[in-house]
């Protein structure tokens, strides 16, 4: 496999953890920070502007998914998946526990 198989993999996981808090806001009918908020990030989206973003991380995180041609004869590749999973899932988790004190 070639290096930019490797980075896809890494960044498919963080698109498609970014898909799910976005993506469950939405179609729960809840308002939830995204980067068109004012400010971005921190300000709150629709659900239905929740729903959308949700809906293009999916899009994009499959898309480098297939790139990366990421599967159990790559190791490497699967390992790098959950890295981006596992880094953007912390990362969000710490970013958005404050959402409800603002």
Do not use: C
């Not at 729960?28 to 959308?52: E, H, M, Q, W, Y």
């Not at 499959?62 to 899932?89: C, E, M, Q």
């Amino acid at each position: 496999m070639e290096w930019y198989n490797y980075l896809a993999a890494l960044f498919a996981g963080a698109f498609l953890a970014n898909t799910v808090p976005h993506f469950i806001h939405g179609i729960s009918g809840d308002r939830f920070p995204t980067p068109f908020a004012k400010p971005p990030g921190v300000g709150l989206s629709s659900p239905t502007i929740n729903a959308i973003w949700g809906l293009f991380n999916l899009v994009v995180g499959y898309l480098l998914f297939t790139v990366s041609k990421t599967d159990r004869a790559h190791p490497l590749s699967l390992l790098l998946l959950f890295v981006g999973i596992a880094f953007v899932g912390i990362d969000l988790s710490r970013r958005f526990q404050k959402k409800d004190r603002e």
